[in-house]
């Protein structure tokens, strides 16, 4: 009788190790907006007032509170030019654009999910 192979059972330690960066990177990437906010920027550099457009039902105070966040972190960039009026535009940084494949992969397995769940075609 052959026995299939069992899985590597990892322990206590392995396990703390996997879950503190996984922790780190939800606790920086978390809330409902973050991740759109990145989604949106992208697709080019943009200034606040075309995010809160592409960005459906966010406030304008979320918005604010969110990029200073994302640029805390150093995701996302905000450049102020010297004109008149003052123009503000905010872009990704190399860093944040480290972030290009895990949203790849977070579209594509969401899209996979809604087909499961939801039923193709819908």
């Known amino acids: 009788m052959t026995t299939a192979k ?12 996997a879950i503190l960066p ?5 606790d920086i990437l978390s809330g409902k907006w973050k991740l759109p906010i990145i989604i949106s920027l992208t697709f080019g550099n943009k200034r606040f007032s075309q995010m809160a457009k592409e960005i459906p039902d966010i ?3 979320m918005l604010s509170k969110e990029l200073r966040d994302l640029e805390m972190n150093q995701l996302i960039k905000r450049t102020v030019y010297d004109s008149v009026p ?5 872009s990704m940084t190399p860093y944040g654009k480290t972030l ?3 949203i790849d ?3 594509d397995w969401g899209e996979a999910h809604r087909k499961r769940i939801i039923g193709k075609g819908k």
Not at 86 to 90: D, F, I, L
């Open 59 to 61: 406030t304008d105070k």
């Open 86 to 90: 003052v123009v503000v535009e905010y």
């Open 105 to 107: 992969e977070l579209r």
């Open 6 to 17: 069992q899985p590597k059972v990892k322990n206590l330690a392995e396990c703390t190790k």
């Open 100 to 102: 290009d494949k895990l």
């Open 22 to 26: 996984v922790r780190d990177a939800l």
